[in-house]
């Protein structure tokens, strides 16, 4: 194969798992040179992210245990399965990753995804950056932005982190936002992997309350901005550029009148929103259904397109759980993934009958992700295995 062109050998190669692509390193000095240089990482990200078949891409949630003992612990952990086979009906078993920094007493939020790597928040204290295929991670200093807890503005204050790709200056960061019930931030702090360090940001957009998830997409990273608190009729979707680290707001359809709140997901690579409408059953707001609106073009407003109306059926979607509704990923036949709860379900947009994928130890899912398997290793990270 040493005969073959360069350009034909990053062909082949680019195809191949991490996996298999760690154990091709030991092939020759040539090959692990060329495996780990900066270039074909690059082009195996992408060669991955553009696979239809979800082929290198993972589906990782977070889940509470109830162990039932008398002094009332839940077990946190973090679990993972393949989305290839989740599409393809396959039965499968997903599996308990061993995640940094793991203690199953202390939750872990997943706090976004980019090129591979993994940004985990454990109980609010320690943020780590992580790639859970080649077990490598780097734990982030100290934002100083969690609430303590000991006044009383430190009770009706909340943080809000997202984690995204800066590819001007090719660096990974996170933005750390510490909102307040009392109409403005207490604080931005933006973190960058190159220098390994938080700094303050000067200008604060005034919000009320940012809510999760944040979801990256095109340079920016984006929450929704709860203008009334709870149930509402009416937010916000704020961005910040993570180039010029600027504030924007994002045009917005128009949903209706009737109570709704909003979701932030993303489909494929366009930014979408899921707006739950609520109602009133047995004393309780719960949600009636949902439609998923997706933006075609981004920045264009007349680009949103309704693409989906979900009928939620009661014995998925508990009265006591109206925000469980998570948009995953879409299939190459525009299905896509929701996760209500503690069940899996698959919705084609040809009114076709909803499809519940068979997953072995599938528990209560409190939040979940999609990560794509990649080579992306930044040499920050040192030599910390997870």
Known sequence: MSTLPTDLIVDILSRFSVKTLLKFRCVSKSWCTLIRSPEFVKTHLSVSAKNKDYTHHRLVWTETR?????????????????????H???????LDLNYPLKNPELRVCIVGSVNGLICLDIEDNDLVLWNPTLRVYRKLPDSRLRVSGGSHL??????M?????DEFSDDYKVVGVRCSCTRYPLDVKIYSLKNNSWRT???????????????FLNGKLHWVNDMNGGFRNYGNIISIDLADER?????????GKKNFSLKLEMLGSDLSVFCNYKTMSRNFMTTSHADVWVMKEYGVKESWTKTYAIKYSPNVFSDFSPFISLTLCMSNKGEILLVPGST???HNPEDEPIRYPKVINFGYCNAANIYIESLVCAPLFGTNKA
């Open 154 to 159: 430190d009770r009706i204050t909340s943080v």
């Open 247 to 255: 504030w924007g707001k994002v045009e917005q359809p128009d949903y």
């Open 161 to 165: 982190y997202g984690f995204g790709y």
């Open 344 to 346: 899996l379900t698959a």
């Open 88 to 94: 393809n009906g396959s039965v499968i078993e997903s």
């Open 201 to 215: 940001k000067g200008d604060i957009l005034e919000v009320v309350q940012l809510t999760k998830p944040c979801k």
């Open 66 to 86: 109830n162990l039932f003992t008398s002094r009332g612990i839940k077990q946190h952990v973090l679990r993972d399965c393949s989305v290839s086979k989740l």
